[in-house]
């Protein structure tokens, strides 16, 4: 275990995992979930009100160890995604409804604000348009403020002006996942760990998955396998115009004395080529400042390590079409990439990258932390970067491919939007509304969260 989960215990007190449901002989459960992310604990928790016998399945021994615990623990506002569109609305609802729930059960959560800074004129129809999406999707007291304004707040902070929303707020995620799948077992949820599935097979009346301890079965099966999802649904036959690229998110902690350089979040305007963020400055729950991600490519989907290879990943990610097709299409892409490989793990590159944004920054101030996240960025065939929803079915299986940022913030607003799309004799009854084939069908919804 390194050093960063040294922090965390991976199961919260008074969390027991189910790990011999396994055992017991030919329990048909409703609905099964494939992983133990934040989004399914949260299905988990959404599905356990809804069905008496709900089943959560995770790879590994506790819940939110990649994806999901691996993260700043930002929760978003919601003033980036495309007004009128799904993502709008359950980012601003997802955002609510965690730190609703982050009150209730005392998990640590703080709203400090998110600032995002225009360091030229060039920069500032680029505010301008983030304060008529977050005003159209109802996100409260956002404003644009000048950069006097903003450093009686923020001194540190540079440029010539910034978008300010109040709403944002930092989590401790592995807290909140940990909350989450405990509300859910005291909902009568069976949730095993340890079970890293083997092989899917779906009958007429049931789905048999074989993990490497047991075979469970379940009506419905449900796949939130985050870095994983695409795989399972390959197995299942459905997916495969999709391969999940992995993206490794490193981070620089801020280390000097004195008061913290910022005590909010300090974003620059986002790069309209890709779909991330870029390095940012975010103050976290324990009172480091955290510097980054970037957005390297990884040679594995939990190839955590600048030198670890995933030698399986990578074999279905070079071979799949869709990965040269989107570097022949985004030559751009190719650039930022390569740039972004040169320079893992860099503290000049990320001291150069912070001090765009604030001032005081010395390199000596930067020592890498051993948080490192994945992101699992999906690619279409056709070589798009896939930022939208994407859900896959076949007559017993629901298969969520794409759950982009914020995926964190949206997840207990989605999983209310897929729990209520699954219907009491356990169908899949979204397809018209997003404009699915019919749920007996493979189905898929690249739209459905556009922006």
């Keep these: 275990m390194d050093s960063y989960w040294a922090r965390y215990p991976r199961l919260h007190p008074g969390f027991r995992a189910d790990n011999n449901a396994g055992n017991m002989t030919r329990q048909v459960y409703d609905i099964a979930i494939i992983g133990g992310g934040i989004v399914g604990c949260a299905l988990a928790r959404a599905l356990g009100i809804r069905f008496d016998k709900v089943l959560l399945l995770e790879k590994e021994g506790g819940v939110a160890c990649h994806t999901s615990g691996r993260n700043s623990g930002v929760v978003h506002s919601g003033f980036n995604p495309t ?67 903003v450093r009686s707040y923020e001194p540190n902070v540079k440029g010539i002006a910034a978008f300010h929303s109040p709403a944002g707020a930092i989590v401790d995620s592995v807290g909140l996942t940990q909350a989450v799948a405990n509300e859910s077992k005291q909902l009568g949820v069976d949730i095993a760990l340890g079970q890293e599935v083997l092989a899917v097979r779906e009958g007429a009346m049931e789905v048999e998955v074989t993990t490497r301890t047991g075979t469970f079965c379940a009506q419905l099966v449900v796949n939130c396998a985050g870095l994983h999802a695409d795989r399972l649904a390959h197995m299942m036959g459905v997916g495969r115009d999709y391969v999940i690229a992995p993206f490794r998110g490193e981070y620089f902690i801020v280390r000097r004395p004195g008061p913290p350089i910022i005590r909010s979040m300090v974003y620059p305007v986002p790069n309209p080529i890709v779909p991330f963020l870029g390095v940012h400055l975010t103050k976290s729950v324990d009172g480091t400042v955290l510097v980054g991600p970037n ?83 999906l690619i279409h065939a056709n070589g798009h970067l896939v930022e939208d929803l994407v859900i896959e079915t076949t007559p017993r299986s629901i298969h969520i491919l794409n759950v982009v940022s914020p995926g964190m913030t949206s997840s207990l607003a989605f999983a209310d939007w897929v729990s209520g799309g699954i219907s009491g004799d356990l169908r899949w009854t979204r397809a018209a509304e997003v404009g699915m084939a019919p749920a007996c069908a493979i189905a898929r919804t690249d739209a459905v969260l556009n922006g």
């Design 83 to 149: 007004p009128g569109t799904l993502k709008a609305k359950l980012c601003v609802e997802g955002g609510r409804l965690i730190r609703e729930l982050c009150h209730d059960r005392g998990v640590r959560c703080e709203q400090v604000g998110t600032l995002v800074v225009a360091v030229d004129e060039r920069e500032m129809p680029i505010l301008d348009g983030l304060k008529k999406k977050g005003e159209q999707n109802g996100v409260p007291g956002i404003e644009i403020v000048p950069i006097e304004q």
């Design 295 to 377: 957005a390297v490519p990884a040679f594995g989907r939990e190839a955590y390590s600048r030198f670890s290879i995933g030698w399986k990943d990578l074999r279905e990610i070079a071979t799949h079409k869709g990965t040269w097709t989107a570097f022949r299409k985004n030559r751009a892409l190719v650039g930022i990439a390569w740039n972004e490989l040169r320079n893992s793990c860099s503290r000049r590159h990320f001291h150069a990258e912070a001090s765009r944004l604030v001032c005081g920054l010395r390199p000596e101030d930067l020592a890498l932390d051993s948080r490192v996240g994945i992101r699992p960025q």
